[in-house]
């Protein structure tokens, strides 16, 4: 069989979705159409797994309650952050995400199946860390294929994973990799957050060792 052949334009176009794929901290309310979400998490299953196991397990949290708690996890870490980082901004920047947590009309929580059924154990037993990987590869997978329909994706980690995994509610044994609010932009732009407000810049390459 065979595939399709993927034109120079595509590739500029694919190098320009790469370009502009931000984490997005400022949200438009209106929701995602329902279509529209099923076919982003079609998409974003599509990512790679080990032993193609698919270990990804999402939680959508669509509670005031739950998101309220969820909320209030995320000032308790960051308020935890701050005072073990006196007098820096790290803290004030990453309280952006509250803006993003308030506002953003989807949100999940992003989990990995440490042990699953599926995949038969493959590739797994030197590295059990790979589901945890597989997992990041549908998340990342899940950010593009939002950016290209110009919804916009948040990632928060600022919060306590064991805390998030009980009040969820879910199998103690999964694995919190993230909790994402996704949504339409308030703005758009080619730079990360934390370069425009001065906290970090890109390097300038990669750097790769020879040996
Ligand atoms: C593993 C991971 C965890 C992250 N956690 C946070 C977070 O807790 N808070 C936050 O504001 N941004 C978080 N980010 C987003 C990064 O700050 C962002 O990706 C980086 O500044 C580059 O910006 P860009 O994604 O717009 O290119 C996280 C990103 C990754 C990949």
Redo the contacts with the bound molecule.
Sequence with gaps: MNGPVFDPAFRVQLATLFGW???V?HFQTRPIPEPVLERLLAIARLAPSVGLSEPWRLVRVRSDTGRAQVRQEFVRCNEAALSARDGSDAGR??A??LAGLDRAPCQLAVFAEPDPAQGRGLGRRTMPETTDYSAVLALHTLWLAARAEGIGL?????LDPERITALLDVPPAWHFI?YVCLGWPDGEHDT???ERAGW?RRGVAVEILER
């Design positions: 794929r931000r984490d901290r920047y990453a952006l995400k948040g990632w928060v980690s600022i993230a990360p957050e934390l970090e």
